[in-house]
């Protein structure tokens, strides 16, 4: 069993950058696949970026590309996202995920719990 806990949600300005952690329990951390998704009020949750094992595949929601990057650090079995360009429409709750597969958008088996980013317009 996994367990992850996101970290660095906040309060910033549209425009600003914010980095969001997600430290994972367990060992063979190299082994997963990594996610990001969010959730808005009153919307279903929707899939942000992923990141394979090695670090070297990534994929991103084309709402996000280009001013989000995923990262990994897999020595602290801990997973980044790196928020640029901030948009109020980036307002979510952002929750971490991980996989033993290699599907980047599905198959997810464990979740942290949350952490809340609102983008102030």
């Known amino acids: 069993q996994v367990q992850l806990v996101e970290s660095g949600g906040a309060l910033v300005q549209a425009g600003g950058s914010l980095r969001l952690s997600c430290a994972a329990s367990?060992?063979?951390?190299?082994?997963?696949?990594m996610g990001w998704f969010r959730q808005a009020p009153g919307e279903e949750r929707e899939f942000v970026a992923a990141i394979g094992g090695g670090g070297g595949i990534t994929d991103y929601a084309d709402s996000v590309k280009g001013r989000f990057t995923i990262s990994r650090d897999n020595a602290k079995s801990t997973v980044y996202l790196q928020m640029n360009s901030l948009k109020p429409e980036d307002t979510a709750v952002y929750y971490c995920?991980?996989?033993?597969?290699?599907?980047?958008?599905?198959?997810?088996?464990?979740w942290g719990q949350g952490t809340q980013v609102t983008v102030s317009s």
């Open positions: 367990g060992r063979s951390f190299s082994t997963y696949t």
């Open positions: 995920a991980a996989q033993r597969g290699y599907y980047p958008r599905a198959g997810y088996d464990y």
